[in-house]
């Protein structure tokens, strides 16, 4: 059990029988009445975030997490295999949990694995990415008046804007967060 005055950003915790992970909390002493905490949760099983007010000093349970880093091996069906960088062994993940992660992983592509309780419950890809561009327009130059852009499809299947002058089989960065084009590599 954990104090409401001990949570961190990115920390797990059990309430009303699930599991969620802290994405913001903030400490709040109004002038008059008791302080509290306001929290922004998102719940490990659904992916659902909600928020929840918290009194000082209440009680949690929190749950104990691991971060495993792990390099995808290959999809085959609903499964995605993974395999452990330190013990080799293979782990097949079911894509619903692997969800939008998935627009940014390649064979060979480097990820984390997180555990609560001894199952996975997401998968995180690295903060960039570089990904092969397989299809888009070509850029005609001189039909804007500022910088353009257009949709570019990379080799995932996940489709971002990017500047007129990259071509297809070019790499570009993309930053898996806000799901954008940053460089071309």
């Keep these: 059990m954990i104090s409401t005055n001990q949570f961190k950003n990115g920390m797990a915790i059990r309430v009303d029988g699930k599991r969620f992970i802290i994405l913001y909390f903030q400490h709040v002493k ?3 009445g008791g302080a509290f905490v306001r929290t922004r949760l998102r719940n490990m099983d659904t992916g659902a975030v909600i928020e929840k007010t918290f009194r000082a000093g209440e ?3 929190n ?7 792990m390099q995808f091996l290959y999809g085959d069906g609903d499964l995605m295999y993974f395999m452990d960088s330190e013990t080799y062994d ?3 993940v079911p894509r619903e949990v692997v ?3 998935a ?8 990820v984390s694995l997180l555990f609560a309780d001894g199952e ?3 998968v995180e890809p690295p903060a960039h990415v570089d990904l092969e561009v397989v299809r888009t327009d070509p850029g005609v130059r001189g039909n804007t008046a500022q910088g353009g852009s257009k949709p570019a499809t ?3 299947g996940l489709t971002v804007q990017v500047p007129l002058f990259i071509s297809e089989g070019e790499r570009v960065r993309v930053d898996t967060r806000t799901r954008e084009y940053l460089t071309r590599v």
């Excluded at 749950?63 to 880093?69: A, L």
């Excluded at 627009?103 to 480097?110: A, P, S």
């Design 120 to 122: 996975i419950v997401s």
């Design 90 to 92: 293979q782990i097949p």
């Design 63 to 69: 749950i104990r997490t691991e971060s495993r880093p």
């Design 154 to 156: 990379l080799e995932t």
């Design 30 to 32: 109004p002038g008059k």
């Design 99 to 101: 969800g939008e992660a």
């Design 59 to 61: 009680k949690v349970e």
């Design 103 to 110: 627009d940014f992983i390649v064979e060979g592509g480097e």
